[in-house]
């Protein structure tokens, strides 16, 4: 049964193998090895080759007709996802199959277009099967983003959510905001348990320690090595970023957006699922 006519308009063949729920299950046919993913590759490659150098279709530009805008989850699908041509594997349900990309597309929207066809050149031989055909699993291609543009760590969810807590106060009250910061920056994920808020109260005291150390020898005039002015000017740069968005996010908040993390009352296990 084929997938809805929005999936296919957005992905095209990738949907092949994609089935709605109860839908028989046919023999692989042309296409599912090797040879037939290549003859598919080089048919879309055609087919786009013909639209960008032939003439105008209806409904382009030059035509009068106004193209809507084009949202950042479509540009990824227009730059990455649809050029790739992966497929998903026979019996996919078509709304999983769909949500999973769409997911996807907002997930790398942050990437710059130079990036996002970078991306593509590394992921075109990383399918999965043997003919190499079926989509990578979201985390290789997490991966391989991280390697081309990583994400700036303010824009990660579970930093947002983290600071958007209650925990964001608290770490303005403690002193622990860069080192906290910097624990997201190293293990991707905040400091819950025990051992690890130690370890971030602990490095926060001896960065406070250095800190006064630097101001009192410029206090009695006395020359502070090149290294540790350097790195003053790096942590107080880093604090006042992450200042920054301890204000943006907790003011989002205040101004009545509904992200279930955004609830004070929330406990820092239940933040970070």
């Not at 009068?64 to 050029?83: A, H, I, K, M």
């Not at 250095?210 to 410029?218: A, F, G, K, N, T």
Request: proline share 6%; net charge neutral; with cysteine.
């Amino acid at each position: 049964m084929m997938a809805a006519p929005e999936t296919r308009q957005q992905y095209g063949d990738q949907w092949k193998g994609a089935e709605r729920p109860g839908a028989r299950q046919q023999a692989e046919g042309p296409g599912q090895g090797a040879e037939g993913c290549a003859e598919q590759g080089a048919q879309q490659a055609g087919e786009s080759a013909h639209t960008v150098e032939g003439s105008q279709q209806p409904g382009e530009p030059g035509q009068g007709v106004q193209q809507p805008e084009e949202s950042n989850r479509d540009r990824v699908r227009r730059l990455l996802l649809t050029p790739l041509g992966f497929r998903f594997r026979r019996g996919t349900d078509a709304g999983e199959a769909r949500r999973s990309l769409d997911a996807l597309a907002d997930e790398l929207g942050y990437m710059s277009d130079a990036s996002l066809s970078a991306l593509r050149g590394m992921l075109a031989s990383k399918g999965e099967g043997s003919a190499r055909c079926f989509w990578p699993d979201p985390a290789t291609f997490r991966g391989f983003a991280e390697i081309v543009q990583p994400r700036p760590l303010e824009e990660v969810p579970a930093l947002v959510r983290w600071f958007r807590s209650v925990e964001g106060p608290r770490a303005v009250e403690a002193g622990t905001l860069v080192e906290t910061f910097l624990w997201f920056e190293k293990k991707k994920a905040p400091p819950l348990t025990p051992q690890a808020r130690a370890m971030v109260a602990q490095r926060a005291q001896q960065n406070r320690r250095r800190l006064e150390v630097i101001s009192d020898r410029r206090a009695r005039e006395v020359r502070n090595d090149a290294q540790d002015l350097e790195w003053e000017r790096w942590y107080r740069s880093t604090l006042a970023r992450v200042e920054a968005l301890v204000a943006r996010v907790q003011r989002e908040k205040q101004v009545g957006q509904t992200d279930p993390a955004q609830d004070t009352t929330r406990t820092a296990e239940e933040v970070a699922r």
